[in-house]
C-alpha cells in the first residue's frame, strides 16, 4: 500500500479574533435583488420543501430587521439555507430543472464513497477511460498505471477530473450501472428535479438538476467524513505533481480571495450549464450551503462573487428571517408507517417538518459543525419526530484537527 498522501484541507473552526473581524468588515446588505437573466424558468416547478419554492422569481421575507438581499445577482437560480436546520432562507427559482455541469460530482461521491476502501488500488485498462465527453476536465489519469482509491477521490475533488470519475465507474462495475445507482440515491434523497445521464455531469440530452437538489446532494454528501476531507482538500499530491482545488472560494484566485470559513464544496462549468457552485461555510456558529446556478453577467469567477454576496446576506440573516422552505430528509429518514413518500413532483409524497500532512498554512484544524468532529447524528435509535430536522449535528463534539 502507498503512503498516505499529504493534503491540505481548509478549516471551518476559525478563531474569535477572525469572526471579531470579519464581523466588522463584513458588507452591509446591498440594495434588493435585479436579475438580469435572459431565460424564463418555468411557471410550474416542484414544490419539495414547501409552496414557495416551487413558485418563479426570488421568495425571501424581508420583514423589519431583516437584511435585504445583495443587488446584481443575476444567477438563474440559487439558494441559501441553513445546513443545519435545513432551512431555507432565501431562493431564487429553486426548483428550476438546470445542467449542473461537475455539481452533480457530488451525487456521484455521495453515491459511491462508501463502496471501495482508500487503500484499494487498480490498474487503468483502456475502456475505463472510453466515453468522456470532448474537453472534459481530467486530472491526468494514464492508461496502464495504478492509482489508490484515495488518489482516484483528489482528482475527483480538487480537479474535477472526469477522467478519475470513469475508472470508479468502471470499478463500480460501468458507468451504465454507475448512473442508474445515482439515479436511485437521488430518489431516495427526494430530489425529484434531478435525472442523470453521465456520472461525471458532462453535458448530455436531459441532464438536469436544481439548485434545490444540488444542496440536497451536498447536505448529503457532508455526512460522510471521508466527502468533508475530499471537498475540504486546497492541495495534495497526485502522480508526482501538486494539484489544487479549483473551487476559487477555497483556494483563491487573483480576483477572489479565500472566503472565511469555506469548506468546500463543490464547482462546475460547461457550454450549457455556464458556472455552478454549491459552497459550504461557518461563521459565528452558524454553517450555511449556498447553491448558485448559471450567472448571466460575463465576468470572470462570477459564480464564486455571487455566492460570495450570498453567504454574507446569510449569515447577517440567519436568525432573523422566517424561512421560506426546508431541505427534505431522506425517505429513509421518514417515520415508518407513515404517509408515502413516493409522492410526484409537487411534493405530495414528502412528510413536512415543523417550521417552514499538507504543505505549510494549506492545512486547517478541521472541519466544523455539521462537518466537525465528523458526526451529524440521527435521534437515537434512529427515530425521526417531526418537530426535527435531518441531520441533527452533535455541535458539543466540535473539535479540532491536529
Known amino acids: 500500500m502507498p503512503a498516505p498522501k499529504k493534503t491540505g484541507r481548509r478549516s ?11 464581523s466588522a468588515t463584513a458588507p452591509a446588505a446591498l440594495a434588493a435583488p435585479t436579475p438580469t437573466s435572459t431565460a424564463t ?12 419554492l416551487g413558485q418563479p422569481g426570488t421568495q425571501v421575507d424581508l420583514a423589519p430587521g431583516v437584511p435585504v438581499l445583495p443587488k446584481d445577482i443575476t444567477a438563474r437560480s440559487w439558494i441559501v439555507t441553513d445546513a443545519e436546520s435545513g432551512q431555507v432562507l432565501a431562493a431564487h427559482n429553486a426548483h428550476w430543472e438546470l445542467p449542473p455541469a461537475s455539481t452533480l460530482k457530488m451525487l456521484f461521491a455521495d453515491t459511491l464513497l462508501p463502496r471501495f476502501p482508500k487503500d484499494a488500488t487498480h490498474k487503468v485498462a483502456p475502456s475505463d477511460l472510453a466515453g468522456m465527453g470532448d474537453g472534459s476536465s481530467v486530472v491526468g489519469i494514464k492508461e496502464g498505471n495504478t492509482y489508490t482509491v484515495h488518489d482516484l477521490w483528489l482528482g475527483v475533488f480538487l480537479r474535477s477530473g472526469n477522467d478519475a470519475v470513469h475508472v470508479l465507474s468502471a470499478m463500480n462495475g460501468t458507468v451504465r450501472q454507475t448512473v442508474r445507482d445515482m439515479q436511485d440515491h437521488a430518489e431516495e434523497l427526494q430530489a425529484r428535479d434531478t435525472h442523470v445521464v453521465s456520472p461525471d455531469g458532462y453535458d448530455e440530452p436531459g441532464q438536469v438538476s436544481s439548485a434545490y437538489d444540488l444542496t440536497l446532494f451536498a447536505r448529503s454528501g457532508l455526512q460522510k467524513k471521508d466527502f468533508r476531507d475530499y471537498c475540504s482538500t486546497v492541495r495534495a499530491r497526485f502522480g508526482g505533481r501538486e494539484i489544487q482545488n479549483t473551487n476559487r472560494l477555497l483556494s483563491g484566485d487573483t480576483d477572489v480571495p479565500v472566503y472565511q470559513g469555506i469548506a468546500g464544496v463543490k464547482n462546475g462549468n460547461t457550454t450549457n450549464a455556464g458556472a455552478t457552485f454549491t459552497g459550504v461555510a461557518e461563521r459565528g456558529g452558524k454553517v450555511l450551503l ?89 435521534l437515537a435509535g434512529a427515530v425521526f419526530l417531526i418537530n426535527r430536522r435531518w441531520p441533527l449535528p452533535d455541535l458539543m463534539r466540535r473539535r479540532s484537527r491536529p
Do not use: C
Not at 471551518?12 to 470579519?22: D, K, N
Not at 424558468?41 to 414557495?52: C, E
Open 41 to 52: 424558468p418555468p411557471a410550474r416547478m416542484s414544490t419539495v420543501g414547501g409552496a414557495r
Open 290 to 378: 449556498v447553491t448558485v446556478m448559471h450567472p448571466e453577467k460575463p465576468e470572470h469567477n462570477e459564480v464564486y462573487k455571487e455566492a460570495a454576496k450570498l453567504l454574507d446576506w446569510g449569515f447577517q440573516a440567519d436568525g432573523k428571517v422566517s424561512p421560506v422552505g426546508e431541505l427534505v430528509p431522506p425517505k429513509s429518514a421518514l417515520p415508518s408507517p407513515g404517509p408515502s413518500a413516493s409522492g410526484g413532483k409537487d411534493g405530495s409524497g414528502a412528510r413536512p417538518v415543523a417550521g417552514s500532512s499538507a504543505q505549510p498554512g494549506s492545512r486547517g484544524a478541521g472541519t466544523a459543525a455539521l462537518i466537525a468532529g465528523g458526526v451529524l447524528v440521527l
Open 12 to 22: 471551518l473552526l476559525i478563531t474569535s479574533a477572525t469572526l471579531l473581524s470579519l
